[in-house]
């Protein structure tokens, strides 16, 4: 089995989406956009995911891959699918899972997509990770790496997708491969690059230094939507009904339809104020975000949690920027 060095995250920015369109009312005009975006991220993400299935059979004595792999250029970012390495090569893959036909235009050297009857032009894979190549090559140089040789893949990670290419276009047809064939295509980069240009101990300081710059999507939400905040429904959703507002009694979150009680529930109406509203909280923000009275309640909630806090008395808040791990301590996460 192949050595994955991280797991695929699911896609921050689609995350967040969903729990935006959860906190809104369900005829608010952003609910329609926010659908279409969401359905591409999972789009995305599945195929993705049905790549590494196939990635997953390559030896993980020879072969590393890091998925989602954002690097710095400058004052921009450029994101790697996901980045295969290995003492011969490195192997970036720009993956799509786009639904219909993709038709490749020769004369203007554009792709068309065509689907439900509809024709529109959309980014050429084969463009990006090109460039994604140039951008590894000058990573290299910059920290002091060795030559080594970088090839690079369109690869369809939809079942149903017809690409049509026209014949002549043999360097295109050499970049683009449908996932069911990727091994087929590395393999033959194996026979093709016999010379290893990394030792291991490169390849594991490469590994390393891939990983440690490695910067995960900021996705401000607020700043791309300009939603209104007192739109937001406000209250502690049930984690098995999913939009019924939970009841705190008896020191516990109960739901009034299923009768589920939590302990923890709290937390994931927090992260919503974090991704949605603010990072900072104040025990009246808090009470009124959480729907609860008593300032008490909401002070034991906070403390419980080990939030840093700032300020005294009533100018108190809250930073809940650590929930991130409180999330994957109580199992609430994806």
Request: aromatic share 10%; proline share 5%.
């Amino acid at each position: 089995m192949i050595i994955f060095v991280k797991k695929r995250p699911f896609p921050v920015r689609t995350m967040i989406e969903e729990r935006l369109s959860k906190r809104l009312l369900p005829r608010h005009p952003l609910q329609q956009t926010l659908a279409f975006e969401i359905s591409k991220g999972k789009a995305g993400y599945k195929g993705e995911k049905n790549v590494d299935y196939y990635l997953d059979f390559l030896p993980g004595d020879k072969f590393r891959i890091i998925p989602d792999l954002r690097l710095q250029r400058k004052k921009y970012f450029y994101q790697i699918d996901s980045l295969l390495i290995c003492q011969y090569f490195l192997l970036p893959l720009e993956i799509k899972n786009v639904r219909g036909i993709l038709r490749f235009d020769r004369n203007l050297d554009q792709l068309i997509q065509v689907y439900k009857g509809e024709k529109k032009r959309i980014t050429n894979p084969i463009h990006q990770a090109k460039r994604h190549r140039t951008q590894l090559r000058q990573w290299l140089t910059l920290h002091q790496f060795p030559l080594i040789p970088i090839e690079y893949f369109f690869v369809n990670s939809n079942d149903e997708t017809i690409i049509e290419i026209p014949d002549d276009l043999t360097e295109v047809i050499k970049k683009i491969c449908n996932s069911e064939v990727l091994l087929e295509k590395i393999y033959k980069l194996e026979r093709e690059y016999v010379e290893p240009k990394l030792t291991n101990k490169e390849l594991n300081k490469l590994t390393k230094q891939l990983l440690k710059e490695d910067t995960p999507l900021e996705f401000n939400v607020k700043k791309y939507y300009s939603y209104n905040e007192l739109d937001l429904i406000k209250g502690v959703f049930c984690p098995a009904c999913s939009t019924t507002i939970m009841d705190w009694k008896n020191r516990a979150w109960e739901c009034p339809d299923c009768h589920l009680r939590s302990h923890t529930a709290h937390i994931d109406a927090l992260l919503d104020h974090y991704y949605l509203i603010s990072p900072f909280i104040t025990n009246l923000q808090c009470r009124e975000f959480l729907r609860l009275e008593s300032s008490d309640t909401v002070r034991h909630h906070l403390i419980t949690l080990g939030l840093e806090k700032q300020g005294s008395n009533r100018n108190r808040t809250y930073n809940l920027a650590s929930l991130i791990n409180q999330y994957n301590k109580f199992g609430l996460h994806r």
